[in-house]
Protein backbone atom coordinates (compact mmCIF):
# COMPACT_ATOMS: atom_id res chain seq x y z
CA UNK A 1 0.00 0.00 0.00
CA UNK A 2 2.89 2.59 0.75
CA UNK A 3 4.72 1.56 -2.30
CA UNK A 4 1.47 2.14 -3.90
CA UNK A 5 1.25 5.42 -2.84
CA UNK A 6 5.09 6.42 -3.22
CA UNK A 7 4.70 5.68 -6.77
CA UNK A 8 1.37 7.64 -7.36
CA UNK A 9 3.54 10.85 -5.39
CA UNK A 10 6.71 10.27 -7.40
CA UNK A 11 4.58 10.21 -10.72
CA UNK A 12 2.39 13.32 -9.80
CA UNK A 13 -0.57 14.46 -11.77
CA UNK A 14 -1.07 13.19 -15.21
CA UNK A 15 -3.91 14.90 -16.12
CA UNK A 16 -3.71 17.37 -19.17
CA UNK A 17 -4.14 21.43 -17.85
CA UNK A 18 -6.13 21.67 -21.60
CA UNK A 19 -8.61 23.26 -21.65
CA UNK A 20 -7.20 25.88 -19.06
CA UNK A 21 -3.77 25.74 -20.86
CA UNK A 22 -3.38 25.00 -24.52
CA UNK A 23 -1.78 22.36 -26.17
CA UNK A 24 0.10 22.65 -29.56
CA UNK A 25 0.32 18.94 -31.50
CA UNK A 26 3.41 18.07 -33.30
CA UNK A 27 3.65 19.80 -36.41
CA UNK A 28 3.86 16.50 -38.69
CA UNK A 29 -0.20 16.15 -36.96
CA UNK A 30 -2.61 16.92 -39.77
CA UNK A 31 -5.33 19.29 -38.18
CA UNK A 32 -7.51 22.18 -40.29
CA UNK A 33 -5.79 22.57 -43.94
CA UNK A 34 -5.30 25.90 -45.10
CA UNK A 35 -6.40 26.04 -48.78
CA UNK A 36 -5.00 28.04 -51.74
CA UNK A 37 -7.56 29.32 -53.37
CA UNK A 38 -5.35 31.23 -56.03
CA UNK A 39 -3.47 28.10 -57.05
CA UNK A 40 -3.65 27.30 -60.93
CA UNK A 41 -5.88 24.98 -61.99
CA UNK A 42 -3.71 22.49 -63.18
CA UNK A 43 -2.66 21.99 -59.34
CA UNK A 44 -5.67 22.25 -58.14
CA UNK A 45 -6.54 19.00 -60.66
CA UNK A 46 -3.26 17.39 -59.81
CA UNK A 47 -4.17 17.36 -55.87
CA UNK A 48 -8.31 16.42 -56.53
CA UNK A 49 -7.01 13.66 -59.05
CA UNK A 50 -4.76 11.77 -56.13
CA UNK A 51 -7.48 12.43 -53.76
CA UNK A 52 -8.78 8.86 -52.47
CA UNK A 53 -12.03 10.03 -51.29
CA UNK A 54 -12.96 12.40 -53.82
CA UNK A 55 -13.01 15.16 -51.12
CA UNK A 56 -11.43 17.37 -53.45
CA UNK A 57 -13.90 19.11 -55.42
CA UNK A 58 -12.38 21.54 -58.26
CA UNK A 59 -15.94 22.63 -59.99
CA UNK A 60 -17.51 23.93 -56.79
CA UNK A 61 -13.80 24.96 -55.41
CA UNK A 62 -14.48 23.07 -52.06
CA UNK A 63 -12.77 20.39 -50.17
CA UNK A 64 -14.79 18.04 -48.42
CA UNK A 65 -13.61 18.12 -44.68
CA UNK A 66 -16.41 15.00 -43.53
CA UNK A 67 -15.01 13.11 -46.42
CA UNK A 68 -11.07 13.88 -45.92
CA UNK A 69 -9.31 11.15 -44.08
CA UNK A 70 -5.86 13.16 -43.59
CA UNK A 71 -4.01 10.71 -45.79
CA UNK A 72 -2.18 14.13 -46.91
CA UNK A 73 -1.81 12.66 -50.55
CA UNK A 74 -2.95 16.29 -51.39
CA UNK A 75 -0.36 18.06 -49.70
CA UNK A 76 2.39 15.61 -50.82
CA UNK A 77 1.87 15.73 -54.38
CA UNK A 78 1.42 19.60 -54.51
CA UNK A 79 4.20 20.12 -52.31
CA UNK A 80 1.80 22.18 -50.16
CA UNK A 81 1.13 25.08 -52.54
CA UNK A 82 -2.49 24.29 -53.10
CA UNK A 83 -3.27 22.05 -49.47
CA UNK A 84 -1.22 22.42 -46.78
CA UNK A 85 -2.58 20.91 -43.32
CA UNK A 86 -1.68 22.90 -39.98
CA UNK A 87 -1.76 21.08 -36.24
CA UNK A 88 -4.97 22.99 -35.23
CA UNK A 89 -7.09 20.27 -34.18
CA UNK A 90 -10.00 22.12 -33.04
CA UNK A 91 -12.37 20.82 -35.99
CA UNK A 92 -15.62 19.93 -35.00
CA UNK A 93 -18.80 21.99 -36.73
CA UNK A 94 -22.68 22.08 -35.77
CA UNK A 95 -23.78 21.67 -39.29
CA UNK A 96 -22.46 19.47 -42.45
CA UNK A 97 -22.56 22.09 -44.41
CA UNK A 98 -19.73 23.81 -42.50
CA UNK A 99 -17.02 20.59 -43.39
CA UNK A 100 -17.79 22.14 -47.17
CA UNK A 101 -14.42 24.71 -47.19
CA UNK A 102 -14.67 26.86 -49.70
CA UNK A 103 -12.79 29.90 -51.00
CA UNK A 104 -15.04 31.75 -49.29
CA UNK A 105 -13.66 32.68 -45.48
CA UNK A 106 -14.86 29.15 -43.47
CA UNK A 107 -15.03 29.35 -40.20
CA UNK A 108 -15.14 25.78 -37.92
CA UNK A 109 -17.65 26.96 -35.47
CA UNK A 110 -19.93 25.08 -33.15
CA UNK A 111 -23.10 26.33 -31.84
CA UNK A 112 -23.91 26.26 -28.01
CA UNK A 113 -26.94 27.73 -26.66
CA UNK A 114 -28.55 28.22 -23.21
CA UNK A 115 -30.84 25.19 -23.50
CA UNK A 116 -28.14 22.56 -24.04
CA UNK A 117 -26.09 24.23 -21.62
CA UNK A 118 -28.39 24.22 -18.89
CA UNK A 119 -29.07 20.22 -20.08
CA UNK A 120 -26.17 18.88 -20.39
CA UNK A 121 -23.16 21.56 -18.98
CA UNK A 122 -22.75 19.36 -15.49
CA UNK A 123 -23.47 16.23 -17.19
CA UNK A 124 -24.08 14.37 -20.20
CA UNK A 125 -24.06 10.84 -20.02
CA UNK A 126 -23.64 9.06 -24.02
CA UNK A 127 -24.49 6.04 -25.61
CA UNK A 128 -21.42 5.06 -28.34
CA UNK A 129 -22.33 2.84 -31.40
CA UNK A 130 -20.07 1.83 -33.95
CA UNK A 131 -22.52 1.70 -37.09
CA UNK A 132 -19.46 -0.60 -38.87
CA UNK A 133 -16.00 0.95 -38.28
CA UNK A 134 -12.66 -0.16 -38.34
CA UNK A 135 -12.28 0.39 -34.45
CA UNK A 136 -9.82 3.38 -34.57
CA UNK A 137 -12.59 5.89 -33.83
CA UNK A 138 -13.69 3.95 -31.14
CA UNK A 139 -10.08 3.13 -29.82
CA UNK A 140 -9.24 7.50 -30.14
CA UNK A 141 -12.89 7.69 -28.07
CA UNK A 142 -12.04 5.40 -25.58
CA UNK A 143 -9.02 7.48 -24.70
CA UNK A 144 -10.81 10.13 -23.47
CA UNK A 145 -11.38 8.32 -20.47
CA UNK A 146 -8.36 7.69 -19.85
CA UNK A 147 -5.97 9.82 -16.66
CA UNK A 148 -4.33 12.43 -19.49
CA UNK A 149 -7.57 13.21 -21.01
CA UNK A 150 -10.19 12.65 -18.17
CA UNK A 151 -13.28 12.99 -19.67
CA UNK A 152 -15.07 12.47 -16.70
CA UNK A 153 -13.85 15.79 -14.57
CA UNK A 154 -16.23 17.83 -17.10
CA UNK A 155 -19.45 15.48 -16.81
CA UNK A 156 -18.89 13.58 -19.39
CA UNK A 157 -19.02 9.84 -19.64
CA UNK A 158 -20.22 6.61 -21.48
CA UNK A 159 -22.67 4.56 -20.11
CA UNK A 160 -23.54 0.79 -21.57
CA UNK A 161 -27.44 1.70 -21.80
CA UNK A 162 -29.50 4.04 -23.48
CA UNK A 163 -31.81 4.41 -20.96
CA UNK A 164 -28.87 6.02 -19.27
CA UNK A 165 -27.68 8.16 -21.66
CA UNK A 166 -28.48 12.11 -22.77
CA UNK A 167 -26.95 11.53 -25.86
CA UNK A 168 -25.87 9.18 -29.19
CA UNK A 169 -22.36 9.45 -30.45
CA UNK A 170 -21.86 7.45 -33.19
CA UNK A 171 -19.07 5.84 -34.84
CA UNK A 172 -18.15 3.98 -38.30
CA UNK A 173 -20.12 4.05 -41.88
CA UNK A 174 -23.98 3.54 -41.09
CA UNK A 175 -23.99 0.17 -42.56
CA UNK A 176 -27.21 -1.69 -43.48
CA UNK A 177 -26.87 -4.17 -41.08
CA UNK A 178 -26.26 -1.37 -38.22
CA UNK A 179 -28.92 0.80 -39.26
CA UNK A 180 -31.99 -0.62 -37.16
CA UNK A 181 -29.94 -1.27 -34.36
CA UNK A 182 -28.83 1.88 -34.58
CA UNK A 183 -31.98 3.97 -35.05
CA UNK A 184 -33.68 1.62 -31.98
CA UNK A 185 -30.46 2.92 -29.94
CA UNK A 186 -31.26 6.47 -30.54
CA UNK A 187 -35.44 5.69 -29.96
CA UNK A 188 -34.11 4.32 -26.71
CA UNK A 189 -32.60 7.26 -25.35
CA UNK A 190 -34.53 9.68 -23.43
CA UNK A 191 -35.48 13.40 -24.94
CA UNK A 192 -33.54 15.82 -24.57
CA UNK A 193 -31.39 13.74 -26.62
CA UNK A 194 -28.54 15.00 -28.61
CA UNK A 195 -26.36 13.44 -31.14
CA UNK A 196 -22.46 13.59 -32.44
CA UNK A 197 -21.17 12.02 -35.29
CA UNK A 198 -17.96 11.55 -35.02
CA UNK A 199 -15.33 10.37 -37.45
CA UNK A 200 -15.36 10.77 -41.49
CA UNK A 201 -17.33 7.20 -41.48
CA UNK A 202 -20.37 8.50 -39.68
CA UNK A 203 -20.45 11.60 -41.41
CA UNK A 204 -19.70 10.13 -44.92
CA UNK A 205 -19.03 6.49 -45.38
CA UNK A 206 -15.37 7.30 -45.25
CA UNK A 207 -13.38 5.64 -46.89
CA UNK A 208 -15.94 2.88 -47.20
CA UNK A 209 -18.30 5.65 -49.32
CA UNK A 210 -20.22 4.42 -52.39
CA UNK A 211 -20.38 0.51 -50.74
CA UNK A 212 -23.55 -0.90 -51.32
CA UNK A 213 -23.62 -2.04 -47.90
CA UNK A 214 -24.35 1.32 -46.61
CA UNK A 215 -27.22 2.41 -45.69
CA UNK A 216 -28.41 6.28 -45.70
CA UNK A 217 -26.15 9.13 -44.80
CA UNK A 218 -25.96 9.70 -41.06
CA UNK A 219 -27.99 13.25 -41.21
CA UNK A 220 -30.95 12.18 -43.19
CA UNK A 221 -31.55 9.24 -40.29
CA UNK A 222 -30.95 11.08 -37.22
CA UNK A 223 -31.10 14.77 -36.40
CA UNK A 224 -26.99 15.36 -35.76
CA UNK A 225 -26.34 18.60 -33.51
CA UNK A 226 -22.43 17.61 -33.74
CA UNK A 227 -20.17 16.75 -36.39
CA UNK A 228 -16.54 15.77 -35.88
CA UNK A 229 -14.49 14.79 -38.38
CA UNK A 230 -11.10 12.86 -38.78
CA UNK A 231 -10.29 9.41 -39.06
CA UNK A 232 -10.26 9.29 -36.96
CA UNK A 233 -10.47 12.46 -35.32
CA UNK A 234 -7.82 12.89 -32.61
CA UNK A 235 -8.82 12.90 -29.12
CA UNK A 236 -8.41 16.76 -28.59
CA UNK A 237 -10.86 17.50 -31.63
CA UNK A 238 -13.56 15.37 -29.65
CA UNK A 239 -12.54 16.87 -26.58
CA UNK A 240 -12.80 20.43 -28.27
CA UNK A 241 -16.09 20.01 -29.59
CA UNK A 242 -17.53 18.38 -26.52
CA UNK A 243 -16.76 21.50 -24.35
CA UNK A 244 -17.43 23.79 -27.08
CA UNK A 245 -20.86 22.32 -27.79
CA UNK A 246 -21.65 22.41 -24.04
CA UNK A 247 -20.70 25.83 -23.46
CA UNK A 248 -17.62 25.05 -21.06
CA UNK A 249 -15.23 26.55 -23.33
S1 LIG B 1 -5.82 14.59 -47.09
FE1 LIG B 1 -8.03 14.57 -47.47
S2 LIG B 1 -8.32 15.91 -49.24
FE2 LIG B 1 -6.13 15.37 -49.16
S3 LIG B 1 -5.90 13.57 -50.47
FE3 LIG B 1 -6.23 12.80 -48.39
S4 LIG B 1 -8.44 12.51 -48.22
FE4 LIG B 1 -8.09 13.80 -50.00
S1 LIG C 1 -13.35 7.28 -39.79
FE1 LIG C 1 -11.42 6.21 -40.19
S2 LIG C 1 -10.75 5.55 -38.17
FE2 LIG C 1 -12.93 6.04 -38.00
S3 LIG C 1 -14.03 4.12 -38.33
FE3 LIG C 1 -13.83 5.15 -40.33
S4 LIG C 1 -11.97 4.30 -41.25
FE4 LIG C 1 -11.91 3.83 -39.07
Known amino acids: MIKTLLTRFEQGNKTSAYPVKPITLVEDYRGRPEINWNSTPELMHLCAESCPQDAID ?88 TPFFDLARFGIDFVASPRHADGLLVTGPITVNMKTALLKTYEAIPDPKIVIASGACSISGGPFFGSNQLADPIETLLPVDLFIPGCPPHPLTTLHALLRFLGKI
Open 58 to 145: EQKRCVDLGRCVFCGTCERVGEGRFINFTNDFELGVSARQQLLLDDELNQLSINSSQKIKKLFGRSLQLRQVSAGGCNACEADTNVLS
